[in-house]
């Protein structure tokens, strides 16, 4: 069974300061790798996601991941932080029976 | 394009009671997924389905039902509601399944008292 484990529930950075969340994942057979943010009272939206087509994979508001195969790791990353980023972040894992499973999700606050 | 809408916002409803949420995809996507978030548990997947046929199956209880219709709008179902039961589900749709972008409606918070 494939799944993801998110390294830290809450995270606090300053303003302008790098983000890092964490993800490792655990799958048999090569994984479609995701990150979601929820922002308060609102559903998941796509931040990025990996297909195997490059390892280093560039999304929406300046957030990029890095798929290291060696290491399992999934991390997610933005040079500086903007008060707009917190919000709750979710790492995700699919294969090719569509069971996509979650991570329990990090918490971002953003210090002024 | 509308996005994916789920009805109710909000529900309230007591131990024992029955419960139907509604999920209508965006249009033109086959597959609707459900899942559940609590505080404690973070987000569970309930099940998916595609073209009206449940696809994948999470781990929770037979209280636990969905179907989906052909229009592909989704409804979840609980029977004989317990007091964990109470969570936000949310509902994603996509063209194919999870292997892609999910789409996220707002969620159904449901309360059971």
């Known amino acids: 069974a494939q799944s993801v484990t998110q390294l830290g529930s809450h995270v606090s950075v300053s303003e302008g300061a790098l983000v890092l969340l964490r993800c490792n994942y655990s799958?048999?057979?090569?994984?479609?790798l995701f990150w979601y943010v929820q922002y308060p009272n609102q559903g998941l939206q796509l931040l990025l996601k990996?297909?195997?087509?490059?390892?280093l994979v560039k999304g929406i508001n300046g957030f990029e991941a890095e798929f290291k195969k060696s290491e399992t790791s999934f991390h997610l990353t933005k040079p500086s932080a903007h008060m707009s980023d917190a919000a709750e972040y979710f790492c995700?894992?699919?294969?090719?029976?569509?069971?996509?499973?979650f991570g329990a999700g990090t918490r971002l606050t953003v210090k002024p | 394009k509308a996005g994916v809408t789920q009805t109710p916002r909000y529900l309230i409803k007591t131990r024992g009671q029955q419960v139907t949420l509604s999920c209508s995809p965006i249009s033109g996507h086959r597959s609707v997924s459900w899942y559940q978030q609590t505080p404690g548990q973070g987000l569970q997947f309930l099940f998916e389905?595609?073209?009206?046929?449940?696809?994948n199956k999470g781990n929770f209880p037979g209280r636990f039902s969905g179907r989906q219709f052909s229009n592909s709008r989704s409804e979840m179902n609980v029977s004989t509601l317990e007091l964990g039961d109470s969570a936000l589900y949310l509902c994603a749709s996509s063209f194919e399944g999870a292997r892609e972008k999910l789409f996220f409606g707002s969620g159904t918070q449901l309360s059971v008292l």
């Open positions: 799958s048999s057979v090569p994984p479609y």
């Open positions: 389905y595609f073209s009206e046929t449940q696809r």
């Open positions: 990996y297909t195997s087509a490059a390892t």
């Open positions: 995700a894992v699919s294969s090719l029976r569509n069971d996509m499973r």
